[in-house]
């Protein structure tokens, strides 16, 4: 009985699969983020900026206020927050007053010959204000499209760690007397009758055709996914068609080139 070939999943399609997971699982978990907390939290700093900004133009506008006035009039003012409360990070105080650095107005006029960011930045600094302000905040349909986007891409991920959980428990095989397929089952060399070997060369692909009751069995072999074409490793897919294609008897549908077909020596006249 002549020695079994078993062609099991080569490195490349493992790498592949491993490359698609983590690709998949950063996106899910970067719109799973940006989706749950990201955009909303930077929505807060947006509009705590907004308020900052409004501060400064008010302050410069009134800069006869004596420091009590300067007070009484920032006690009364509120963060300009929109009506939809559904684009700021949950538990945020709405309405939320100015901060207390805004109602002081030696620090409101120190502000003024530093970098107009500055007061912000700081305060940001020292609130643990997590996200930098974007330059226009997200509505609730942008955050909306991350969750959509979240869920295609955790999609993604499970279908991809389906395919590697099955892929890598599976394997085909050969031996003297039949094909044993990936999915399972053994089908002896008499019971094939057709072999497709077009996509073969290019592809690593090749399709089986076995008589079955009730009609025929379709069998997938896919070189570049079990075994592989490595010499270095005796190019274990080739060595199993090989063996398959010595213990054949059916029909080879196989690409023939325009150049060998030119030049096949003409049929004789009847």
């Known amino acids: 009985m002549s020695e079994r070939i078993v062609c099991k999943p080569t490195s490349w399609f493992l790498l592949r699969a491993v490359a698609m997971l ?14 749950s907390t990201g955009y909303r ?48 990070p949950v538990g945020t105080q709405v309405p939320m007053p100015w901060p207390p650095v805004l109602l002081d107005a030696e620090r409101m006029k120190a502000s003024l010959s530093e970098q107009e960011s500055k007061l912000f930045d700081d305060y940001r ?29 955790l999609t993604l991920f499970m279908g991809a760690l389906f395919v590697l959980l099955r892929t890598v428990r599976r394997s085909i095989a050969v031996d003297g007397e039949a094909l044993y397929p990936v999915d399972g089952g053994r089908v002896p ?22 008589k079955r ?3 025929e069995r379709k069998i997938r072999i896919d070189g570049l996914t079990y075994g592989g074409f490595k010499k270095e490793q005796g190019e ?35």
Not at 47 to 76: D, I
């Open 22 to 35: 983590l690709m998949f699982g950063v996106f899910a978990a970067m719109f799973y983020r940006d989706g």
């Open 41 to 88: 939290e930077e929505n807060l700093a947006y509009y705590l900026q907004s308020a900052f900004k409004k501060a400064r133009e008010e302050f410069q506008a009134k800069k006869e206020l004596s420091p009590a006035e300067w007070r009484a009039h920032a006690e009364a003012q509120t963060v300009p927050f929109p009506e939809d409360r559904s684009v700021v």
């Open 125 to 153: 600094g020292e609130q643990g204000v997590k996200k930098e302000a974007p330059e226009k905040p997200f509505d609730s349909r942008k955050i909306l499209e991350q969750w959509v986007v979240f869920w295609i891409c």
């Open 189 to 210: 060399f008499a019971d094939l009758i057709r072999l497709d070997l077009r996509k073969w060369e290019t592809k690593g692909l090749a399709f089986l055709w076995s």
């Open 213 to 215: 009751e009730g009609g």
């Open 236 to 270: 274990p897919a080739e060595a199993l068609m090989r063996r398959v294609r010595e213990n054949f008897r059916g029909e080879i549908i196989e690409f023939v080139s325009e150049d060998a077909e030119a030049a096949r020596p003409a049929s004789p006249e009847s």
